[in-house]
């Protein structure tokens, strides 16, 4: 088993000190880890998007036959990540270093947001209509889950135009955990909208309004399952995996819309309907800043 890349942040947290947990979960294409912290650290099948605080690994066979099962002790320090019982010793240091914050984004253009929403908004037209979310944005028939996230959808965003930081907690709390599967269908939505926030309030360098969106998270990651939370936890810290890092890169930096086009391609492919609903959220906050309609 060979890392192939890293979350900066992960490399970081191991050369930090030394840590003893615990294997959370597994699955075919991911093992979560437990060290004491709120998210989970992840190990990630190579070929599947890098997520924060996660290593991407190539192996011979998925994640639930190399051996590794729940509650085996799991150990992270001076740039290994070592689970003893199932023979994994992966060295942290060694492979590309990857940097998964999109405040490390570099903004260069003004009309960025209107560029990156045509884009999702086309994209979004093909995505399954009955399951995802994204109607909410294109405007298709209605689903069990738009139907019940639509009004708490409204509140959420007129708490954060006013900069009201309780009641958009409270809101983002309320719209948590909607959906079928792992990461829940509205979860997915809130991290697209957190890490999209991050990006258009320093681009108007909003640092007060920026500040609400962690405890927004937070909130949200009470209300639905760890693996999920991690993933709003780690949205409110400005944090996405390399897909969504990719997209805001090159339009917000490179104004490239090709590569976009193939960085939304990979977002779409992540779970089911997990991309789509991500890209969902995320127009919803180009939207909102835009100032066209809310959903």
Do not use: W
């Amino acid at each position: 088993m060979q890392a192939t890349a890293v979350c900066k942040r992960l490399l970081d947290l191991s050369l930090s000190r030394a840590r003893s947990g615990t294997v959370h979960s597994v699955f075919d294409h991911a093992v979560n880890l437990e060290f004491g912290f709120r998210g989970l650290i992840g190990l990630i099948a190579e070929d599947k998007a890098l997520t924060p605080y996660a290593v991407s690994v190539r192996t011979n066979a998925p994640f639930a036959r190399t051996g590794v099962r729940a509650d085996m002790a799991a150990y992270l320090g001076e740039g290994m990540l070592v689970i003893p019982d199932a023979q994994i010793e992966i060295d942290l240091s060694s492979p590309a270093h990857v940097e998964l914050s999109v405040d490390a984004i570099e903004i260069r253009h003004r009309e960025a947001p209107m560029t990156l929403l045509l884009l999702i908004e086309q994209a979004l037209k093909g995505a399954d209509a009955e399951m995802s979310l994204a109607p909410l944005v294109t405007g298709g028939a209605e689903n069990t889950y738009t139907r019940f996230l639509a009004p708490r959808l409204k509140r959420l965003f007129y708490a954060v135009s006013l900069g009201a930081g309780e009641e958009a907690a409270q809101a983002a709390a309320n719209c948590a955990g909607c959906g079928m599967g792992l990461t829940p269908s509205s979860d997915d939505l809130l991290s697209g909208y957190f890490t999209t926030l991050h990006l258009l309030f320093r681009a108007e360098n909003r640092p007060e309004d920026k500040a609400i969106i962690s405890n927004m998270a937070q909130a949200a990651a009470e209300k639905t399952n760890r693996i999920s939370g991690t993933f709003l936890l780690h949205s409110g810290m400005a944090l996405a995996n390399t897909a969504i890092c990719d997209l805001d890169r090159s339009i917000f930096t490179f104004m490239d819309q090709a590569a976009a086009n193939r960085a939304i391609a990979r977002v779409l492919a992540i779970g089911s309907t997990s991309g789509a609903d991500m890209l969902t959220g995320m127009a919803l906050a180009l939207r909102q800043h835009i100032g066209g309609n809310e959903t």
